[in-house]
């Protein structure tokens, strides 16, 4: 008897001790991996100023949203679809899909990571040793000094003025540069990180996906060939996930998906010192300075003065957010058309931000 009612009593003290989730390591929430069904937190729980939430509301209905989410804590504290209609197909809502653009990079940048942390390749090896040799136009020894981790940087060296930007065939791929020495947004080298998975894996990129990542976290949708971009589509809950994963540092539900910390650190940090704001196909918004797609030029402070500056992002043509706010536990979500003339939508998002402003309290 008294053995049971020592084990009674170590079980009570280790409940009464049990440390409550604090900011930046809380008990995430995560949906189930199947089926529709999402815990939510109201604004009103989370003391946030509701009286500015139409104005927000306003502010993504007339910029062309068609989904926006927050997540906090993994819940849902806001889920808005916009948009009567879609080119009369019907209404926009959950189960909508949408492009992601090259929001998705950042799903292509994951899978590397879990591609290394199999031992199937190295970034810091020859981009032909997946590839082949001649995937480029360049002289074998040229070719060489592309790795993997040149074209996760956007800095292979290679020319994204000779041609299509995305045109990856090997006639349109030219030197310009040393590799590491120039940043430019350039789809082409972008695009056969793809093929670099299924020549070091042996399986097709989309299978690759849906086994490593999509399956492991309750994500649908599928990879897209537009023109020479592999684009993927899904609904707007799907992209929340995959921003929920990555705030859980690679954790879903107790289940390690990315088991590399180390990659993981590098993906969401500056990976080089020429675009501070530019991770491993990621953008960081705590810099000095950052680039933008097609200029050669640095400009002052971060892309998005508004947010929290410990946000990073994957953004998109066309104004396709998915944003990690670790110091708030928050992932925010956006899909639709575009709010501006603009490549990546970035003074957009930063007006999202000072409405969020108004609304979530600081501190």
Same mark, same amino acid.
């Given at each position: 008897?008294? #053995?049971? @009612? %020592?084990?009674?009593?170590?079980?009570?003290?280790?409940?009464?001790?049990?440390? *409550?989730?604090?900011?930046?390591?809380?008990? %995430?929430? +995560?949906?189930?991996?199947?089926?529709?069904?999402?815990?939510?937190?109201?604004?009103?729980?989370? $003391?946030?100023?509701?009286?500015?939430?139409?104005?927000? #509301?306003?502010?993504?209905?007339?910029?062309?949203?068609?989904?926006?989410?927050?997540?906090?804590?993994?819940?849902?504290?806001?889920?808005?679809? +916009?948009?009567?209609?879609?080119?009369?197909?019907?209404?926009?809502? *959950?189960?909508?899909?949408?492009?992601?653009?090259?929001? /998705?990079?950042?799903?292509?940048?994951?899978?590397?990571?879990?591609?290394?942390?199999?031992?199937?390749?190295?970034?810091?090896?020859?981009?032909?040793?997946?590839?082949?040799?001649?995937? @480029?136009?360049?002289?074998?020894?040229?070719?060489?000094?592309?790795?993997?981790?040149?074209?996760? @940087?956007?800095?292979?060296?290679?020319?994204?003025?000779? /041609?299509?930007?995305?045109?990856?065939?090997?006639?349109n791929l030219k030197f310009l540069a040393e590799p590491g020495t120039r940043w430019a947004y350039h789809n082409a080298p972008y695009t056969?990180?793809?093929?670099?998975?299924?020549?070091?894996?042996?399986?097709?990129?989309?299978?690759?996906?849906?086994?490593?990542?999509?399956?492991?976290?309750?994500?649908?949708?599928?990879?897209?060939?537009?023109?020479?971009?592999?684009?993927?589509?899904?609904?707007?809950?799907?992209?929340?996930?995959?921003?929920?994963?990555?705030?859980?540092?690679?954790?879903?539900?107790?289940?390690?998906?990315?088991?590399?910390?180390?990659?993981?650190?590098?993906?969401?940090?500056?990976?080089?010192?020429?675009?501070?704001?530019?991770?491993?196909?990621?953008?960081?918004?705590?810099?000095?300075?950052?680039?933008?797609?097609?200029?050669?030029?640095?400009?002052? $402070?971060?892309y998005a003065p508004n947010a929290p500056s410990d946000m990073f992002c994957g953004l998109g043509k066309d104004g396709q957010y998915v944003c990690v706010i670790p110091s708030q536990n928050l992932v925010l979500v956006?899909?639709?058309?575009?709010?501006?003339?603009?490549?990546?939508?970035?003074?957009?998002?930063?007006?999202?931000?000072?409405?969020?402003?108004?609304?979530?309290?600081?501190?």
């Amino acid at each position: 008897m008294k #053995k049971y @009612t %020592f084990l009674i009593l170590v079980l009570l003290i280790s409940c009464s001790e049990k440390q *409550e989730p604090t900011p930046g390591n809380p008990e %995430f929430y +995560f949906p189930p991996v199947s089926g529709n069904t999402w815990e939510n937190i109201t604004p009103e729980e989370l $003391n946030w100023n509701i009286s500015e939430i139409e104005s927000l #509301k306003t502010l993504l209905a007339d910029n062309g949203t068609r989904a926006f989410i927050i997540l906090k804590d993994g819940k849902i504290v806001m889920e808005e679809y +916009f948009g009567n209609r879609l080119a009369g197909s019907q209404p926009f809502d *959950e189960n909508s899909l949408w492009y992601w653009a090259s929001a /998705g990079k950042t799903l292509t940048a994951t899978l590397i990571g879990i591609a290394q942390e199999e031992g199937k390749l190295n970034i810091q090896n020859p981009s032909s040793d997946y590839l082949g040799k001649g995937w @480029t136009s360049l002289t074998a020894s040229q070719e060489n000094k592309i790795t993997v981790w040149h074209q996760l @940087t956007m800095t292979s060296g290679l020319d994204d003025g000779a /041609g299509s930007r995305d045109d990856f065939t090997p006639e349109n791929l030219k030197f310009l540069a040393e590799p590491g020495t120039r940043w430019a947004y350039h789809n082409a080298p972008y695009t056969l990180l793809d093929k670099v998975i299924e020549g070091s894996t042996g399986i097709s990129f989309p299978q690759y996906f849906n086994d490593k990542l999509a399956s492991k976290i309750g994500m649908t949708g599928s990879w897209q060939r537009v023109d020479f971009n592999n684009v993927f589509f899904s609904n707007a809950r799907s992209m929340a996930r995959f921003g929920l994963l990555i705030l859980a540092e690679g954790k879903w539900n107790g289940d390690l998906v990315i088991k590399d910390s180390n990659y993981f650190g590098q993906m969401i940090t500056q990976s080089q010192d020429i675009n501070e704001a530019y991770g491993y196909l990621w953008w960081l918004n705590d810099t000095e300075s950052f680039m933008i797609p097609q200029v050669q030029v640095k400009l002052p $402070n971060s892309y998005a003065p508004n947010a929290p500056s410990d946000m990073f992002c994957g953004l998109g043509k066309d104004g396709q957010y998915v944003c990690v706010i670790p110091s708030q536990n928050l992932v925010l979500v956006r899909m639709g058309l575009s709010p501006d003339a603009s490549l990546v939508p970035f003074t957009f998002l930063d007006d999202i931000w000072k409405n969020l402003g108004n609304i979530i309290p600081s501190g």
